[in-house]
Nanobody, 115 residues
């Protein structure tokens, strides 16, 4: 059974930093494209960043230059370093593992950025 467990969320002031981590178990991690999504109150879930199994990285425009996604295939983890946080970054952040059209999700971790 594939399991994704996020950690690292919390409350931070605008301009601050947080690092989210996602530990993956129950599957062959290196085969998956790994991503972070977020869902703000009253909004649809959106892709924040993805790092494919081949190492290609994509970011949503609003976080470019501020967020960095990384993965460690030896530790089965994916991380999201978030710098220069803004109140608009407030959301529940979800870890995603995708392979062949099948998606696995974590339960999410809340990030709150105060102004």
């Amino acid at each position: 059974q594939v399991q994704l467990v996020e950690s690292g969320g919390g409350l931070v002031q605008a301009g601050g930093s947080l690092r989210l981590s996602c530990a993956v178990s129950g599957t062959i991690f290196m085969l998956y494209d790994m991503g972070w999504y977020r869902q703000a109150p009253g909004k649809q879930r959106e892709l924040v960043a993805v790092k494919t199994r081949g190492g290609i990285t994509t970011y949503v425009d609003s976080v470019k230059g501020r967020f960095t996604i990384s993965r460690d295939n030896a530790k089965n983890t994916v991380s999201l370093q978030m710098n220069s946080l803004k109140p608009d970054d407030t959301a529940v952040y979800y870890c995603n593992a995708a392979l062949g059209g099948v998606n696995h999700w974590g339960k999410g971790t809340l990030v709150t950025v105060s102004s």
